[in-house]
């Protein structure tokens, strides 16, 4: 069972579909009402800065991963598999695989929304770098790179997330409300690589 946190990434924004007012508005409502439950401190993040800036959000987040860098690196390059392995994820198809490059397609929930997009993974193995770059999206382009630094007793890893995200329509949400997505998308993906290791 592999995990990718990579593609979590884009779940970073909320979506509001549906072809009518109506669904649009009663996608408003959802993710508010979902949006609470990610208010204030979550035990997977260890630090956040969430900053918004015009159209432009600064994402750093880090977590802390009890497993060998090599373990978690490996569940890292391996997004296709995330929707096996989460709730969250309902399509994570491969498109394309060339060198150390993947396109997918992505079908996510994030706040009880459900985005549809397509990114760009990039993997570094010598420096346990990932990047991540939205192709086609319908509300964000995303920029950014998952690092994985190995503890000294090489135990555990630090995962740290870094993003530009910035908006490519107004969305009629507000900041912290797209701010519970981006803790949303972060911590289930945190959930997923600890599940797929066998960590509590």
Same mark, same amino acid.
């Given at each position: 069972?592999?995990?990718?946190?990579?593609?979590?990434?884009?779940?970073?924004?909320?979506?509001?579909?549906?072809?009518?007012?109506?669904?649009q508005?009663?996608?408003?409502?959802?993710?508010?009402?979902?949006?609470?439950?990610?208010?204030?401190?979550?035990?997977?993040?260890?630090?956040q800065?969430?900053?918004?800036?015009?159209?432009?959000?600064?994402?750093?987040?880090?977590?802390?991963?009890?497993?060998?860098?090599?373990?978690?690196?490996?569940?890292?390059?391996?997004?296709?598999?995330?929707?096996?392995?989460?709730?969250?994820?309902k399509?994570?198809?491969?498109?394309?695989?060339?060198?150390?490059?993947?396109?997918?397609?992505?079908?996510?929930?994030?706040?009880?929304?459900?985005?549809?997009?397509?990114?760009?993974?990039?993997?570094?193995?010598?420096?346990?770098?990932?990047?991540? !770059? #939205? %192709?086609?999206?319908?509300? @964000?382009?995303?920029?950014?790179?998952?690092? &994985?630094?190995? *503890?000294? +007793?090489?135990? !555990? #890893? %630090?995962?740290?997330?870094? @993003?530009?995200?910035?908006?490519?329509?107004? &969305?009629?949400? *507000?900041? +912290?409300?797209?701010?519970?997505?981006?803790k949303?998308?972060?911590?289930?993906?945190?959930r997923?690589?600890?599940?797929?290791?066998?960590?509590?």
């Amino acid at each position: 069972m592999k995990i990718s946190r990579v593609l979590s990434l884009a779940l970073c924004v909320v979506v509001v579909t549906g072809s009518t007012g109506c669904e649009q508005i009663m996608g408003l409502f959802r993710a508010q009402r979902a949006a609470v439950k990610w208010e204030g401190e979550i035990k997977e993040i260890a630090f956040q800065k969430i900053e918004k800036e015009g159209k432009t959000f600064d994402i750093e987040l880090h977590s802390r991963i009890d497993a060998p860098i090599d373990k978690v690196w490996a569940a890292l390059k391996a997004p296709e598999n995330l929707a096996d392995n989460s709730e969250q994820y309902k399509l994570s198809k491969l498109l394309k695989e060339e060198g150390n490059s993947k396109e997918l397609e992505i079908r996510l929930v994030a706040l009880d929304n459900l985005q549809v997009f397509t990114v760009r993974l990039t993997f570094d193995d010598a420096n346990k770098v990932a990047t991540i !770059k #939205t %192709l086609t999206s319908t509300l @964000a382009d995303i920029d950014g790179t998952y690092e &994985l630094t190995a *503890s000294p +007793d090489g135990a !555990k #890893t %630090l995962y740290v997330y870094k @993003a530009k995200q910035t908006d490519k329509v107004a &969305l009629p949400l *507000s900041v +912290d409300v797209q701010r519970s997505a981006i803790k949303e998308s972060f911590v289930n993906q945190v959930r997923a690589v600890k599940k797929q290791l066998s960590i509590s």
